[in-house]
């Protein structure tokens, strides 16, 4: 790597990254471009632990980076899985309403839903909720019948082979630990050597932050880990979930609620919840640490949140200790499952950008600077919307960095 010369160098080789990268080689293949990845291994992190569901862009505001990306980046992936030959599934979903209460959220939903371009939405009824999923108890369903399962490591590692084979290099096991700029070009310091470019993708998941104040950026948020954890359910009991069921999710909170998901490996897990992580790259509950730890507690912006989510808060870390009320929450949608059913799972952390203000940032952030982008928030749909992302990125660093490569 030392003294290697590129137009752009993409910091984080998950699939955000990767997906930009592939997008690059294909819009501006006179450039060369690297993908510095921290792990042995790409995809290790967000994209290598999450629920691995491919989203139809229901639940986001009609307008929004999230509502564009997902609705256009369902129907890229699937056809990127296709001419691929990446397995998946349009298995379908159901948001099940479990009382009258629920009712008027999940017509929301619908029109939400159906304003945003996802075709062939339907509520129904009992009866058609119980062919759909029979052990399901519920009164009414949001069915979304092209929601589906892929593994997204799968669709990560086939955009770095597409950019490999355009002449790109990836360089894994390269953590950026500095990032020095003169004239024209900036220096990015790794253990493995310096690469010189003259522009930056910032792609760095859980430390995008960091790395956006390396290069000199003021973000004005802060990344805060947010733990999700899942039960594993027994083969024996695989029986009782066809697709995927979710609740309404509450709608003060960004994340959707505990949910059951038949994965494209045949496995159904029970989850995520969602609980602050004490390290960025914690996924076991023991794992800690101080400095990272202490970043969370002294910046302001975790207070105002913490005053703001503090009950919503406790109830989760109480839930992420106790197998009971866990179980409690999954028999709302399921009742037939019991505590015997469920084996300890996995678990993945995601990276949720909180503002100064103290507000969980509900959209994809995505940030201009001079000779630099950043992908500040890119909580879920982001795999989903991961082609589509990448294509933006591509298309402002086109616009941005065109005159000066
Ligand atoms: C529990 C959970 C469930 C989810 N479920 C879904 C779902 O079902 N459907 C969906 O669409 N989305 C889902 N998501 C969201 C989705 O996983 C993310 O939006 C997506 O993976 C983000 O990709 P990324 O490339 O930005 O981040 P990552 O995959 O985290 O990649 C960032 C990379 O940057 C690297 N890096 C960090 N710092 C440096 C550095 N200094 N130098 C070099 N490299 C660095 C890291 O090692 C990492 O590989 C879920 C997320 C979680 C956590």
């Not at 590129?6 to 080689?25: E, K, N, P, R, V």
């Not at 006179?30 to 995809?43: D, M, P, S």
């Not at 805060?224 to 069921?245: A, M, W």
């Not at 950008?353 to 969980?360: E, I, K, P």
Request: glycine share 12%; hydrophobic share 40%.
């Amino acid at each position: 790597m030392e003294s290697s010369q590129y137009d752009i160098a993409i910091i984080g080789g998950g699939i955000l990254g990767l997906s930009t990268a592939m997008q690059l080689a294909a819009r501006a293949p006179q450039w060369r471009v690297a993908v510095l990845e921290k792990e042995e291994a790409l995809a290790t992190h967000q994209t290598g632990h999450n629920s691995g569901v491919m989203h139809s862009g229901i639940y986001y505001r009609p307008g929004s980076h999230k509502a564009k990306f997902c609705v256009a980046g369902l129907n890229n992936l699937v056809q990127f899985c296709n001419d691929n030959e990446i397995e998946y599934q349009q298995c379908g979903k159901v948001i099940v309403a479990t009382d009258e209460s629920e009712f008027g959220r999940l017509q929301d939903l619908y029109e939400r839903g159906t304003a945003n371009g996802v075709p062939d939405l339907e509520i129904v009824g009992q009866e058609r909720l119980k062919e759909i999923e029979p052990y399901v108890k519920g009164v009414k369903a949001l069915w979304a019948p092209h929601t589906g399962i892929v593994d997204f490591t799968k669709v990560a590692a086939a955009y770095a082979e597409k950019f490999q084979q355009a002449g790109g290099d990836i360089f894994t096991g390269a953590p950026v630990r500095k990032i020095v700029r003169s004239t024209g070009s900036v220096a990015l310091e790794t253990p493995k050597g310096t690469l010189q470019a003259k522009h930056i993708i910032n792609c760095a998941g859980l430390y995008a932050d960091k790395v956006a104040v390396m290069t000199g950026e003021k973000v004005g948020v802060r990344i805060i880990p947010f733990r999700g954890e899942y039960y594993t359910l027994r083969p024996e009991s695989h029986y009782l979930v066809n697709g995927l069921i979710y609740p309404v999710p509450d709608p003060r909170f960004p994340f959707l609620g505990v949910h059951y998901t038949r994965n494209i490996h045949g496995h159904v897990e029970a989850g995520p919840n969602a609980v602050m992580a004490l390290r960025r790259e914690g996924y076991r509950k023991r794992d800690f640490d101080l400095g990272e730890t202490l970043g969370s507690l002294t910046y302001p912006g975790f207070w105002k949140m913490a005053m703001k989510f503090w009950k919503i808060g406790m109830g989760e870390v109480y839930r992420s200790y106790s197998k009971r009320v866990f179980l409690r929450d999954l028999q709302r949608l399921l009742p037939e499952i019991k505590d015997s059913d469920l084996a300890g799972g996995g678990a993945g952390v995601r990276a949720q950008a909180v503002a100064n203000d103290g507000s969980l940032l509900d959209d994809f952030s995505i940030i201009e600077g001079k000779d630099s982008i950043h992908v500040l928030n890119a909580p879920s749909p982001g795999a989903t919307s991961s082609f589509a992302i990448g294509e933006h990125i591509a298309g402002l660093a086109v616009n941005n960095f065109g005159a000066s490569s």
